[in-house]
């Protein structure tokens, strides 16, 4: 057994299950409101919400990959993230260029956009969050 | 100027495993298990592919019972900085 189950890091497990069930909820709402707006689509709605519901239950519940999770690890997934990070920044603005070129159809550019931004928008609401915390 | 973090994490461990009774209390998974980290973790520290942050470095070090500069130790190479500047 762990001699050291230190406080600390209960917490930022803690944190980031509830930064997990958080942007979940997001999706759920976005859906929802979906259907609110076009309820002759919720057949084909179904399999996003089936899906995202798993996916909440899945996360809020720690797997054996927290269990195995440490410093090293946090830090290689936050490099993991910048990566993924940098590649939404250079490649959304070349999607978007490529949508106004007529190469890609402008509907599924503007959605890709709009995950884009909302990308943005949690990477700095988390951020803001645990610098005051 | 490069800065690098070297340690004498496998050499003590190892000092302890030579000394002590119960070998397999200084094993890597039992000394990660001790600190709270994954045995991959112990093994990047003692190749020196990874320096651990501070908490990780006391705990470490209150294992071995021993100070941190005991185990890591902060060299700056400044001869890497005079050929970068040449």
Known sequence: MRRYS??????????????NVC??????????????????????MLIPVSTSLVLVILISRRTKFDERKDERTIQLMMLGAR??????????????????????LIDAAGALMLLYLIAIGIAWISFLYYYWQ | ??????????????????????SSEWTQESLALRVGVTRQTIIAIERGKYNPTL???FKLANEFEVTIEEIFSFRKDEDGAKSNRS
């Open chain 1, 6 to 19: 230190a406080l600390g890091r209960m917490k930022m497990e803690q944190n980031q299950i509830a930064a």
């Open chain 1, 23 to 44: 942007v979940a909820s997001i999706g759920i709402v976005f859906i929802l409101v979906m259907l609110w707006f076009r309820p002759d689509k919720t057949l084909e």
């Open chain 1, 83 to 104: 990566n993924a990070f940098f590649f939404l920044l250079f490649a959304m603005p070349m999607l978007a260029t490529f949508s106004f070129t007529g190469i890609i």
């Open chain 2, 1 to 22: 100027m490069i800065a690098v973090i070297e340690n004498r994490l496998k050499e003590l461990r190892e000092q302890k495993v030579k000394t002590v009774t119960n």
């Open chain 2, 55 to 57: 908490e990780l470095a």
